[in-house]
């Protein structure tokens, strides 16, 4: 998390410091422009942030109980009965896809995917009783690779399993979707260390992983627009080369101008307008947080309508005050964490203190239990993953929600699984299923 954490807040910083221009030809670049950038405040709550998730993380791995990790399969050992593991993940996994499909009905059809970008994502946004695709596609996909990566016939399950990642990634470049194709990437990974017995950990190779994915995100973030005017014919692939030729620039691939921009941009208003503070009543005191326990539950299941969270309420007012003559909707910004965490407690140094301290320990039990007994917390420790990248980016409540459904999800398949497998032979170490 804190690698997310320092794109997600410290390069913006680092580029307005440096003095480098955000794109000006950017709405978003415009509205940023509007407001004085408390770069100084902006630092010192990100410093102070960091220093409370490393005591976090640092205060688990100081209790006296916490064993040293283990690795649960030696190099060429295979989990018996693997193919449970496999079918029930690939089972879910096209489950998942299926109520994805079917999701999309909602919206026109799959003649939905050929609608602008911000049309259809608030189309989605707004139908009640979202169906659980994608917490079955995560966790099936994260079953599946265990067992593909501890069993056997790994030639023509892997190509099957090949086939159905590569159909759902597919479906995400159509849309246009980042979010789930990070997701996918990290998950695929965790779920791949947890047969190594091992976890991810911040480190150089990581690092520059991050950087060439940033790179390509970035890119793909400016021609993504692209890929409805060409599936509905009214682009040519010449016409969409000649213009990716002629528009691309290195503002592309600057902090202002990628997805690091949304959640700072809730940052800067957070600390910049006091119209924007009082729209929200804060300090809020903690609420928004707390909410996150009564967001579990869908709206279709929600007595009366749910509270608005900061994301929306912050889009609603940028949408109401700048963007009107632009969009036909409130488009999404997304939230940064100090926003949030400033919104609760104020802009003194001791708002970020509670969250990112829990966050640091919490990191640091996921961590540790993943790697004494990787099942089942190791398939639940890379379905949590991508809330390292979702938090810092969104509402608390959305991305616990999130990380909820996806553990649950993970556990019920887990439990599919030993339904299927005889006791008798499951070794001695996999009885933590």
């Not at 649960?72 to 693997?82: D, H, N, P, T």
């Not at 919206?107 to 911000?118: D, F, I």
């Not at 970035?218 to 627009?225: A, E, K, P, Q, V």
């Not at 997304?334 to 301290?357: D, K, Q």
Request: glycine share 12%; net charge positive; proline share 6%.
């Amino acid at each position: 998390m804190q690698l997310f954490f320092v794109a997600y807040v410290g390069s913006p910083t680092l580029e307005a410091l440096l003095g480098v221009s955000p794109s000006h030809g950017e709405i978003l670049g415009m509205i940023i422009q509007s407001q004085e950038l408390p770069l100084e405040e902006i630092a010192f709550l990100g410093g102070v942030s960091l220093v409370a998730f490393a005591f976090g993380l640092g205060s688990w791995y100081a209790l006296p109980f916490i064993k040293p990790r283990v690795k649960l399969f030696a190099k060429g050992e295979y989990v018996r009965e693997a193919s449970s593991f496999y079918w029930v993940g690939v089972g879910a996994l096209l489950l998942g896809l299926a109520l994805m499909l079917y999701d999309m009905t909602r919206v026109g059809g799959l003649q939905g995917l050929l609608t602008p970008r911000v049309e259809r994502l608030y189309g989605l946004a707004t139908t009640r009783g979202s169906l659980p695709a994608a917490p079955l596609v995560f966790a099936g996909m994260a079953l599946a690779i265990v067992g593909w990566s501890s069993g056997r016939h790994r030639f023509i399950r892997g190509l099957l399993l090949g086939l159905l990642l590569f159909g759902w990634v597919a479906y995400l470049l159509i849309q246009g979707d980042r979010r789930f194709i990070l997701y996918t990437l990290l998950v695929a990974l965790g779920s791949f260390f947890i047969v190594r017995g091992a976890t991810l950990r911040l480190s150089w190779s990581a690092f520059l992983a991050f950087f060439g994915l940033y790179i390509l995100s970035s890119f793909f973030g400016g021609i993504r627009w692209l890929f409805t005017p060409l599936l509905q014919g009214s682009l040519s692939l010449g016409e969409a080369f000649a213009w990716v030729s002629e528009n691309v620039s290195w503002s592309w691939f600057t902090p202002s101008s990628t997805e690091f921009m949304g959640p700072y941009t809730t940052l800067v208003f957070t600390l910049t307008d006091p119209a924007w503070w009082s729209t929200t009543q804060a300090p809020l005191g903690g609420y928004s947080y707390l909410f996150s326990l009564p967001n579990l539950l869908p709206r279709s299941l929600y007595p009366g309508d749910k509270w608005q969270t900061l994301g929306f309420q912050f889009s609603d007012y940028i949408y109401t005050n700048y963007l009107a003559p632009y969009f036909g909707a409130p488009v999404g910004f997304g939230l940064s964490p100090l926003a949030e965490a400033v919104l609760n407690f104020g802009r003194g140094f001791w708002a970020p203190l509670p969250l990112f301290f829990i966050l640091g320990w919490v990191s640091g039990c996921l961590g540790s239990c993943a790697s004494r007994r990787p099942l089942p917390w190791g398939i639940v420790y890379a379905l949590l993953l991508p809330q390292a990248f979702n938090l810092n980016r969104i509402d608390l409540a959305w991305s616990f929600q999130e990380a909820v459904y996806y553990a649950i999800t993970g556990l019920v398949l887990l439990a599919g699984v030993r339904l299927l497998l005889k006791p008798r032979s499951l070794k001695e170490g996999e009885r933590g299923l």
